[in-house]
């Protein structure tokens, strides 16, 4: 019981907003958006789809993003400042022998972070926009 409480699972919050509940799991994985936002509704049973689909509308309190373990996940836009901090330092480790493969060296990829972050702080981007921004750059 305590793990269904600690999930949300049981019981479930009326009054609790898309945010919230994926605030306190720290995030909820979200490969496919219809998924994700049936993972938050099960943990309440005031929700709609489109409760969700809002909250993770460009410019809304919920991203999706590949924080964790590679693949998509919702998180509190809020709350990615302090999960990166955690989280980019494991994923850069993990991925510099790829690095290496590609011939990212440390000089491309300060680059590419000064590139992206400029599309980055404006307004919601895409993957396709990021890459597109890069080649842009020669990177």
């Given at each position: 019981m305590e793990r269904l409480r600690a999930q949300r699972l049981a019981p479930r919050?009326?009054?609790a907003a898309p945010v919230?509940?994926?605030r306190?799991?720290?995030g909820l994985q979200a490969?496919?958006?219809s998924a994700a936002a049936l993972a938050v509704r099960v943990r309440t049973s005031g929700l709609h789809a489109g409760d969700v689909q809002?909250?993770?509308a460009p410019g809304?309190?919920?991203v999706r993003t590949w924080l964790m373990r590679g693949t998509l996940h919702l998180a509190a836009a809020d709350d990615l400042?302090?999960?990166l901090g955690?989280?980019?330092p494991i994923v850069l480790r993990a991925s510099r022998r790829r690095y290496a493969e590609l011939g990212l060296d440390s000089g491309t990829l300060a680059r590419a972070i000064d590139v992206l972050g400029r599309p980055l702080g404006q307004h919601p981007t895409t993957r396709a926009e990021l890459f597109a921004e890069l080649a842009a750059r020669g990177i």
């Open positions: 919050d009326a009054a919230e509940i994926v306190h799991l720290i490969q496919f958006p809002r909250d993770a809304g309190p919920l400042g302090w999960l955690i989280l980019a």
